[in-house]
């Protein structure tokens, strides 16, 4: 199970941080990525982390996110900072075991889904 927080509604230019928690982190090989669905449009993938501390980041995202893991308490954060409208979606962190570079963003690579945290920027 994965519990996401940290959602809200900000003006642009403003930050929020989106938290994950979950008890699948507990191994050391594994991918964990936080994907973004606006209404009426595909889910697409913002960030991604792996067990080695690779990171990933969709361009339109590239300097403004910045995804963490809290090893102390095996949370995964997403750092938004410089929010603009077009951030605004629902936002889903997502697991699964170690998937290749190239497949991080992917969702269908994705075994264990978040209910979603909701980030509107006006």
């Known amino acids: 199970q994965l519990v996401e927080s940290g959602g809200g509604s900000v003006q642009a230019g403003g930050s929020l941080r989106l938290s994950c928690a979950s008890s699948?982190?507990?191994?050391?090989?594994?991918?964990v990525g936080w994907f973004r669905q606006a209404p009426g449009k595909e889910r697409e993938g913002v960030a991604a982390?792996?067990?080695?501390?690779?990171?990933i980041y969709a361009d339109s995202v590239k300097g403004r996110f910045a995804i963490t893991k809290d090893n102390a308490a095996n949370i995964f954060r997403l750092q938004l900072n410089s929010l603009r409208p077009e951030d605004t979606a629902m936002y889903y962190c997502?697991?699964?075991?170690?998937?290749?570079?190239?497949?991080?963003?992917?969702?269908?690579?994705?075994?264990?889904w978040g209910q979603g945290t909701q980030v509107t920027v006006s």
């Open positions: 982390i792996d067990s080695d501390h690779y990171t």
């Open positions: 699948h982190f507990t191994g050391n090989m594994f991918c």
């Open positions: 997502a697991a699964t075991g170690l998937i290749s570079y190239d497949a991080m963003l992917t969702p269908e690579y994705y075994r264990f």
